[in-house]
């Protein structure tokens, strides 16, 4: 697999391989369909990618919330499901 590094990424920007990979895709859609692909939603993207949105502290205690609530009905599947009796084959 090729190294990310500036000089192969999307203009040369400091881009993960998901992100180069999110950019490329992108235009070969807007391509596909015959549409201009250097827009201002594509400058969004890079924008949110290359300086992302911090989340304050309230905004971090939801999601952690959420995700506690999330495992823990995970957790009572699980249960559930060992407990009940499979039919044998």
Do not use: C
């Amino acid at each position: 697999m090729m190294e990310l590094e500036p000089g192969n990424t999307f203009r040369g920007l400091p881009l993960t391989s998901e992100q180069d990979s999110e950019i490329r895709h992108y235009i070969h859609v807007r391509e596909r369909h015959g549409l201009p692909w250097d827009t201002p939603e594509l400058h969004a993207m890079l924008a949110d990618m290359l300086d992302p949105p911090e989340a304050d502290e309230e905004d971090r205690h939801s999601i952690a919330g959420s995700m506690d609530k999330e495992l823990s009905a995970a957790d009572l599947d699980a249960e559930r499901d060992r407990s009940v009796p499979r039919p044998e084959s």
